[in-house]
Nanobody, 117 residues
Framework: QVQLVESGGGLVQAGESLTLSCEAS????????MGWYRQAPGQQRDLVAF???????SYADSVKGRFTISRDSAESTVYLQMNSLKPEDTAVYYC???????????WGQGTQVTVSS
């Protein structure tokens, strides 16, 4: 089993920054992919940013140029640097770790990010 623990959420004003962290522990398989999804009230859970082996990354169009995803070399921790935050970024942010073939998939408990206008 793999456990994911997120941290770094909070309440900020529009234009400010936050950095989320997610640390994996347990039987971590490598190589893997790690990233972030978010879910606003009444909305589906959407991809925010993901990091794959070889430093390949992908971002939702809504966060490109504002958010940056990074990982440690051990492939056990992922970060999300969020700049120029907007009220529409308000959501619960979930960390996800998955195997490259998609056969294994783990989620964190979520961390709340609230951006006030």
């Amino acid at each position: 089993q793999v456990q994911l623990v997120e941290s770094g959420g909070g309440l900020v004003q529009a234009g400010e920054s936050l950095t989320l962290s997610c640390e994996a522990s347990g039987s971590i398989f490598r190589p893997n992919a790690m990233g972030w999804y978010r879910q606003a009230p009444g909305q589906q859970r959407d991809l925010v940013a993901f990091s794959y082996t070889g430093r390949v990354t992908s971002y939702a169009d809504s966060v490109k140029g504002r958010f940056t995803i990074s990982r440690d070399s051990a492939e056990s921790t992922v970060y999300l640097q969020m700049n120029s935050l907007k009220p529409e970024d308000t959501a619960v942010y979930y960390c996800n770790l998955r195997s490259l073939d998609g056969s294994s998939d783990y989620w964190g408990q979520g961390t709340q990010v609230t951006v006030s206008s």
